[in-house]
């Protein structure tokens, strides 16, 4: 382990280079943002979505199966609230709970056979037709000498180092397997 920047923001115990804050795409096909709070997000696709007259049901139309969430609570206009969805598969009873709260946060559980299996939590934004999650990863410190450590929540811990290109604004993460180099999303 090594001792972060000296210029650690209050009440965090992530210190993150600020050239790394921002969104960023490294070739793959989901882009990623890194907060000042040391917190990497994956920037998903938007979801299309359709709200009943009542308010009672929530239709992901974009989703292959068509999935269809049953409201829990919340304001019978808006997507805010908590929404819950249960199918069968292979004999297995999936339970899936979404929680869209007003702060911009969510989080959705699955369920199986009654017990927690996995969970996202994140942010989204939501235009009234279709909405987008930004998904937490991971956290990620930087330290003296590039050194930069990427502990990933549903993954193995990656430590490696990194350079920052001024003149691109581009990053690369030197690691144990291949270089990854991050470019500005736009």
Known sequence: MFEFYAGARRNSSRVVDPALVGDWNNGGNVPVRIDDQGWLYTIGEPTAYELSVDGTELTLTG??????????YGDLSALQ????????????????????RADT?????????????SELIGEYQD???DFSLIE?????????????????LY???????????TATANWTFFGPGKDIVFVPFP
């Open 63 to 72: 989703a292959n199966p068509l999935s269809v969430f049953s409201r829990v």
């Open 81 to 100: 609230g908590v929404w819950q969805h249960s199918f069968t598969d292979s004999g297995t009873v999936w339970i899936e709970e979404l929680h869209f």
């Open 105 to 117: 946060t969510y989080t959705w559980h699955w369920l199986r056979d009654g017990f927690f299996d």
């Open 127 to 129: 235009n009234g037709a």
């Open 136 to 152: 937490r990863r991971a956290s990620i410190y930087t330290g003296p000498a590039d050194a930069i450590i990427i502990s990933q």
């Open 155 to 165: 993954g193995p811990t990656q430590e490696g180092s990194y350079a920052v290109d």
